[in-house]
């Protein structure tokens, strides 16, 4: 459970990270300007540091060329070694370098607890072996996610590559949240099934529905970084205004959602499900999705400030999660189940 907040809250630094332009605070990984505590005054530094930089980006991303053209992705290893904005060096700033470096440590304290996780999975062994195996594959992903960390930082922060990281964050918060589930079912009780495979198609279709709503918001969060970066983050007010027709699939496709959970509301309650603890889900889940449309229509119409981007992704993560736990609750041992003082009860 303390990993599974930590993901959720190293999400949120990295949505900060991102709408604050610090992702390349740190122009090397793991260290941070070649060491363990970054430094605090460009003065610290050789004068040099901007090509050695670039030296050091170009060298890792022709390896990672040659692993993607390995697995058939020659056309995307052409393209990172064919453009030659990657490898241009900012300017040191001492407060992206803090932000991006809080970044690193707080994934730097997830990778430990997930250590401690695998570790406390073992009595699981004799006894629920998926616990354990799902603790291992979740130590694994962790090295995989932190190898993509290291390639972001490479490739100058590459739009699709910051996504193929946020997507590596969502599997990592479904695992945990799979973990803490799996291994507290004795906090859990059994009780009547009625109409199981219509709340289990609700939830389904509602939290496909809602990882599409993520995977448009990615796009649109692509090409506001081409924006930010093209008018070095200023002008915040005008960045709505260029962007292109994925921006309103996004922004309708959010009222959809919420009509939608307004329909699965409407079921729930013709056929008498709110009984059974279903309505504090449904009303969980709208009030989430009220204030993330909150949230689109702030950055919508106040000029995308700061602190909405990482809050609104946050949100669709912890939304999409929910999904996620319901759907286990549902299907606990082929019964539907309700915990004892939580928030299905």
Request: glycine content about 6%.
């Amino acid at each position: 459970m303390v990993t599974l907040v930590a993901v959720y809250l190293l999400i949120l630094v990295g949505g900060i990270v991102r709408s604050t332009g610090s992702g390349m605070g740190c122009p090397d990984w793991p260290k941070c300007f070649g060491t363990w505590i970054p430094p605090t005054d460009v003065s610290e530094l050789p004068d040099t540091y901007k090509a050695d930089y670039v030296n050091y980006r170009k060298a890792k991303n022709e390896k990672f060329a040659n692993y993607l053209t390995m697995f058939g992705f020659s056309s995307k290893a052409e393209q990172i070694l064919g453009d030659k904005s990657i490898l241009e060096e900012t300017e040191f700033n001492i407060t992206k370098t803090w932000i991006e470096y809080i970044n690193r440590v707080l994934g730097a304290i997830i990778g430990f607890l997930i250590i401690l996780t695998l570790i406390g999975s073992i009595p699981y062994f004799k006894g629920d072996r998926l616990i354990f195996y799902m603790s291992l594959g979740l130590f694994f992903l962790v090295l995989f996610q932190g190898w993509i960390g290291s390639v972001v930082v490479s490739t100058n922060l590459l739009p699709w590559m910051i996504t193929l990281h946020m997507i590596l964050a969502v599997i990592m918060v479904a695992i945990l949240i799979f973990l803490v589930f799996r291994s507290r079912q004795d906090d859990f009780t059994n009780i009547e099934v009625r109409k199981k495979k219509l709340i289990n198609f609700l939830l389904i279709s509602s939290g496909a529905l809602i990882f599409i709503q993520i995977i448009f918001g990615t796009q649109v969060r692509e090409s506001i970084d081409v924006i930010a970066a093209f008018l070095n983050y200023d002008l915040r007010e005008t960045w709505i205004e260029e962007l292109g027709l994925v921006y309103y699939i996004h922004r309708s496709f959010s009222v959809f959602i919420l009509l939608y959970q307004l329909g699965i509301l409407y079921i729930l309650f013709k056929n008498k499900l709110i009984r059974t603890g279903f309505l504090n889900y449904a009303n969980v889940i709208m009030v989430l999705l009220t204030v993330e449309v909150a949230l689109g229509v702030i950055m919508a119409y106040y000029g995308i400030p700061p602190f909405a981007q990482p809050i609104h992704l946050l949100f669709a993560i912890i939304i999409l999660g929910m999904q996620f736990l319901f759907l286990l609750v549902v299907n606990n041992k082929d019964k539907n189940v309700s915990q004892k003082s939580g928030i299905l009860t």
